[in-house]
């Protein structure tokens, strides 16, 4: 079975500095690695996505994400954070693809002016 | 193309009352599933189908019922509401590995 550990459930960071979003995976088998966003009182929306080959993967609203297969993590960065960023940041991990999706806990992330 | 649309936006409703929380896709997606979002408790799958007429059961389907008698509808049925479904609902589809996600059904169960 698979499961998603986030590792920080708030994050307070000023407009214009970096973010990183901790999430560890574990699984016994190959899987999917997404981080979606959820907007306040909006649905979730997909920012980005790992299934094979680089391990930099780059989003959407210049989010990108690094796949460590020894760590086991798949972190968020920005280099650059917006007020417009401040969102709920979900990790997931999928096997099967569209489906039977496993989501952490989820980080909000407050981007202060 | 609306995407994912889900009736009612918000529901209040009496413990031991039925209700259909109703979810239609207009992208003639295989796969569809539900979500329950609870604080602190991410998104848990609660049913889902990978096409019309199979459904299956996820991570926490006691208390709910589903059916797929067409592709572009997932319906979800709550037969008994309990205060502990309290919570905020997703349907969500995909074709391949991304998940379309529709804007969240919030049902209170008092």
């Known amino acids: 079975a698979q499961s998603v550990t986030q590792l920080d459930s708030q994050v307070p960071v000023f407009e214009e500095a970096p973010v990183e979003l901790r999430c560890n995976y574990s699984?016994?088998?190959?899987?999917?690695l997404f981080w979606y966003v959820q907007y306040p009182n909006q649905g979730l929306q997909l920012l980005l996505k790992?299934?094979?080959?680089?391990?930099l993967v780059k989003g959407i609203n210049g989010f990108e994400a690094e796949f460590n297969k020894s760590q086991t993590s798949f972190h968020l960065r920005k280099p650059s954070v917006h007020i417009s960023d401040t969102a709920e940041y979900f990790c997931?991990?999928?096997?099967?693809?569209?489906?039977?999706?496993?989501f952490g806990a989820g980080t909000r992330l407050f981007v202060k002016a | 193309n609306a995407g994912v649309t889900q009736t009612p936006k918000f529901q209040v409703l009496k413990t031991g009352q039925s209700m259909t929380l109703q979810c239609a896709q207009d992208?003639?997606?295989?796969?569809m599933s539900w979500y329950r979002q609870d604080p602190g408790m991410g998104l848990r799958l609660i049913h889902y189908?990978?096409?019309?007429?199979?459904?299956d059961q996820g991570e926490v389907p006691n208390g709910y019922n589903v059916s797929r008698s067409t592709t572009e509808d997932f319906p979800l049925r709550l037969l008994s509401a309990a205060p502990s479904q309290t919570s905020v609902y997703f349907c969500?589809?995909?074709?391949?590995?991304?998940?379309?996600f529709g804007p969240g059904t919030r049902l209170t169960v008092t």
């Open positions: 699984s016994s088998v190959s899987v999917y």
């Open positions: 189908s990978v096409g019309a007429g199979i459904t």
């Open positions: 790992y299934l094979s080959g680089s391990t």
């Open positions: 997931a991990v999928s096997k099967n693809g569209g489906f039977k999706t496993i």
């Open positions: 992208m003639n997606h295989e796969y």
């Open positions: 969500a589809s995909s074709e391949g590995v991304e998940q379309y």
